[in-house]
T-cell receptor, first 116, second 113 residues
Framework: AQSVAQPEDQVNVAEGNPLTVKCTYS??????LFWYVQYPNRGLQFLLK??????LVKGSYGFEAEFNKSQTSFHLKKPSALVSDSALYFC??????????????FGAGTRLAVHP | NAGVMQNPRHLVRRRGQEARLRCSPM?????VYWYRQLPEEGLKFMVY????????ESGMPKERFSAEFPKEGPSILRIQQVVRGDSAAYFC???????????FGQGTRLTVV
């Protein structure tokens, strides 16, 4: 079955330190992977995606993600965390059987807390 | 360019009433998706529509739920005879075509009392 796992419910980081939010996936064929961020009482905002090409994908707000095929992972990273990065982060993969449209399978989310 | 607009932002319904959730996609987008987020869970796909057509409704509950995207006007997600288990955040997303990334609205938070 296709799935996305975000093993950490919450990640705590000090401001200025690097952050990593983990994501692993299970999907048939080549994965189309996404990261979204959800701020309180707001919708999901697109951060970045991986379809093909370089394994390191750069996105919005200084975030990047590294695709690792052998480990079936797509971890979200940022070199220096900001307090304003505190939010709920979702990893998602496009359903391989969707026919190419945005039928996304989401992880349960990871709450990132950046402390001053 | 306005983003995906959903209204209302918050909706309270008594058990047995109908809930109507509206979604206006981004300008130039003709593909709409509805997702549901239950408390403490990730988003779950419900339905994918193009103008006047339902393409994939595999995530829709078999009863009480329906969706449409008419030629004119917003997409509507309708829940008839709501029950407490329908309480959730309902998100709409749109994309320009089926291969480009989807942009999400702010969601409608439905509370059934």
């Amino acid at each position: 079955a296709q799935s996305v796992a975000q093993p950490e419910d919450q990640v705590n980081v000090a401001e200025g330190n690097p952050l990593t939010v983990k994501c692993t996936y299970s999907v048939s064929g080549n994965p189309y992977l996404f990261w979204y961020v959800q701020y309180p009482n707001r919708g999901l905002q697109f951060l970045l995606k991986y379809i093909t090409g370089d394994n390191l994908v750069k996105g919005s707000y200084g975030f990047e993600a590294e695709f690792n095929k052998s480990q079936t992972s797509f971890h979200l990273k940022k070199p220096s965390a900001l307090v304003s990065d505190s939010a709920l982060y979702f990893c998602a993969v496009r359903d391989s059987f969707s026919g190419g449209y945005n039928k996304l399978i989401f992880g349960a989310g990871t709450r990132l807390a950046v402390h001053p | 360019n306005a983003g995906v607009m959903q209204n209302p932002r918050h909706l309270v319904r008594r058990r047995g009433q109908e809930a109507r959730l509206r979604c206006s996609p981004m300008k130039g987008h003709s593909h709409v998706y509805w997702y549901r987020q239950l408390p403490e869970e990730g988003l779950k796909f419900m339905v994918y529509l193009q103008k006047e057509n339902i393409i994939d409704e595999s995530g829709m509950p078999k009863e009480r739920f329906s969706a449409e995207f008419p030629k004119e006007g917003p997409s509507i997600l309708r829940i008839q005879q709501v029950v407490r288990g329908d309480s959730a955040a309902y998100f709409c997303a749109s994309s320009r075509d089926m291969n480009t990334e989807a942009f999400f609205g702010q969601g409608t938070r439905l509370t059934v009392v």
